[in-house]
């Protein structure tokens, strides 16, 4: 079977987009899916994305990890747009469908916009969790993908790494996973982040609903009420939301770039 694909970056987070609209690739298997986003054997890529039909919606983003698991990716979901724009020439406003629910999305220039759903209270990470990891404080946040929250002066890949791993294998994560990320402040409104993503088993250069909750989270604890904007290793995105009273976040958007690299088709 051949599938012609194009391959898209968002700030680093970089994907596989398939025009699904006719059905014709609705069957890919897990199997499949991970050859497709392996970066030896197949085209490479931190996960897979097939644009389908949605009844009254402009598609339905299906997204899978690296593995082939699902889940909502914020930086996925802004090079959907991006992808769509093409198959809808001049559209800018775009309603579509994904794993955790209805999105609304814009395009001005170069810039992306997603809406993402309401995002609950964060929980602190509980005594027994810090003590095993030797950690201060932590914080979990669901922004569509459950994330793992640290503040942490060392962004280094190699903290990342041996820290997200000890996080996401740990016998509190390993069975459903999380993603784990470590925020730095850099000043304020302006934060820098570096995440170990489940799904792709490695840290990546950016993640959507990373850089969402680590924006949240620091929104909280340091009581900031403007957009923040979020350095990740592959560029900047933009978070801007409304705080309510119960701790609770409306009117959640991501904000930044998103890329077409190249056109392609593979056979499989």
Request: proline content about 3%; aromatic content about 10%.
């Amino acid at each position: 079977m051949d599938i012609p694909f194009s391959k898209y970056q968002a700030t680093g987070n970089d994907f596989i987009l398939i025009d699904n609209m006719s059905g014709d690739y609705s069957d890919l298997s897990i199997a499949q899916i991970s050859h497709l986003c392996d970066r030896k054997f197949g085209i490479g890529a931190d996960g897979c994305i097939l644009i389908s039909k949605a009844e009254g919606l402009d598609f339905y983003m299906d997204y899978s990890n690296a593995d082939g698991t699902k889940s909502f990716c914020g930086n996925g979901a802004r090079s959907s747009v991006h992808f769509a724009a093409h198959l809808f020439p001049g559209q800018i406003d775009f309603k579509f469908q994904a794993i955790d629910g209805l999105h609304k999305a814009q395009i001005n220039d170069d810039l992306i916009s997603i809406d993402m759903s309401p995002v609950a209270p964060m929980l602190p990470v509980s005594k027994d969790q810090l003590d095993a990891f030797s950690l201060a404080s932590a914080f979990t946040l669901q922004t569509g993908s459950p994330h793992f929250v640290v503040l942490q002066e060392d962004l280094s890949s190699s903290n990342v790494l041996t820290l997200g791993k000890q996080i996401r294998y740990s016998d509190f994560y390993k069975e459903q996973g999380i993603n784990v990320n470590l925020m730095k402040v850099v000043s304020p409104s302006f934060i820098s982040i570096a995440t170990y993503e489940r799904g792709v088993e490695d840290e990546t250069l950016s993640c959507g609903t990373g850089a969402t909750a680590c924006a949240l989270l620091y929104s909280q604890l340091f009581n900031i009420n403007q957009p923040v904007q979020v350095q990740v290793k592959g560029g900047m995105l933009l978070v801007s939301f409304d705080k309510q009273e119960d701790a609770s976040f409306s009117k959640v958007v991501l904000s930044g770039p998103a890329v077409k690299v190249y056109d392609g088709s593979i056979t499989i």
